[in-house]
């Protein structure tokens, strides 16, 4: 390649062009096609650069380089398929640092993107008009549709560390409507934050870690929060088994948690606990033990800001606003704000399980649980 620099070096942009058409019709290389591209632009030749950048990308179809040059010549020849190039090349973005002007490049990729993105949601928003009008969960479903297609959110799926039941709906967030019972927590809320508070003050309040396990154990995602005062929980049941100490104080909360739909598995469910979270703490993201239970949240004291994120949604804790999500979908949480956030976390049965699926599960999961084959 000495011969294509020297004609470089002299000027010869053309003949140092030709040459290296010549070397790739002996050997193909995504190099040489990257900087034959890069010959052609200069010479004013954008189609040649933009075919020359395409036979490179035959090569290697996710270089991240070629796919924002070809990106780059599709804007200067005016083709209306340069939001989707870059699309398609701001989705291979390499991790770490970049050079300033390939990031200068990229906002002005992620302006042109996000353009295209937009005209396309408009587009989908009208057609699906009519058929989001009946609103609810259906209308859920169709804005999520839409919102993967447009790249703007992506599948999240049910991931249990430990127990996976097949079939079951994978939701990040459980339709209201499934659990009417929800209406009597957020009806209670007041009274159950009165009687957290209560314990809270108490001397004989029973307070641990949230997260406690081994250090030599195989688990990774709780590494900064395992045994940190940060991440608190005053429980009220705990792996079946009443703490006196606590619930004594909250007849209110026990009365109403009795009613709920709880697992009964010895040595590992039912739980009921206050959540404490320290001022400027984040629960880094991670997922739960078993897919056939879910979890429900009664946020009691949220400062602005905090927030909570399952999958692809992100909601922000409201008091007296209950809800249910399955914890074995990837999630995290955040306390930006400088004051405790404190929420009532109980799990429950998957709506989706018979009685004898019920039944199934809880002889498995007791039976791992005393084998003690949970780590």
Do not use: K
């Not at 209406?183 to 159950?192: G, K, N, P, R």
């Not at 429980?235 to 709880?262: F, K, Y």
């Amino acid at each position: 390649m000495s011969a294509v620099e020297a004609m470089v070096r002299a000027g010869d942009l053309a003949g140092a062009a030709e040459q290296l058409e010549q070397a790739l019709g002996e050997e193909p290389s995504l190099t040489r096609y990257l900087q034959l591209a890069g010959l052609r632009r200069a010479l004013r030749q954008p189609h040649r650069a933009l075919r020359a950048v395409e036979a490179g990308l035959a090569l290697a179809p996710l270089d991240f380089m070629a796919l924002c040059m070809r990106a780059g010549l599709l804007e200067g020849i005016g083709d209306p398929g340069v939001g989707r190039a870059w699309d398609e090349a701001l989705a291979q973005r390499p991790e770490g640092d970049l050079p300033p002007p390939l990031l200068a490049a990229m906002a002005h990729g992620e302006a042109l993107r996000d353009q295209w993105r937009a005209a396309r949601a408009a587009q989908m928003a009208q057609a699906t008009q009519a058929s989001e009008a009946v609103g609810g969960d259906e209308a859920w479903r169709i804005a999520r549709f839409r919102s993967n297609t447009l790249r703007q959110t992506r599948p999240y799926y049910s991931e249990p560390t430990h127990f996976f039941y097949p079939g079951l709906s994978m939701r990040e967030y459980h339709p209201a409507e499934r659990f009417p019972w929800l209406a009597d927590l957020a009806a209670a809320t007041e009274a159950i934050r009165d009687e957290m508070l209560a314990v809270m003050r108490s001397d004989r309040a029973e307070l641990a870690p949230y997260i406690q396990y081994a250090e030599h154990q195989a688990l990774r995602q709780w590494q900064p929060l395992n045994h940190n005062p940060d991440w608190t929980a005053i429980h009220l049941i705990r792996r079946g088994e009443m703490v006196s100490a606590n619930a004594a104080q909250c007849p209110v909360t026990m009365e109403l948690l009795s009613r709920m739909p709880q697992p009964d598995i010895p040595g590992a469910s039912a739980n009921a606990l206050f959540s404490l979270l320290a001022p400027h703490t984040a629960i880094p993201p991670h997922v739960g033990v078993n897919n056939a239970r879910l979890l429900c949240h009664v946020p009691l004291v949220v400062p602005d800001g905090c927030w909570f994120r399952v999958g692809a949604e992100t909601r922000m804790w409201r008091e007296g606003e209950p809800f249910v999500f399955d914890d074995t979908i990837e999630h995290e949480a955040m306390n930006p704000s400088d004051h405790l956030r404190v929420v009532m976390i109980f799990d429950i049965w998957h709506p989706d399980l018979t009685p004898g699926e019920r039944d199934a599960v809880r002889a498995i999961v007791a039976q791992e649980t005393a084998a003690g084959n949970l780590g």
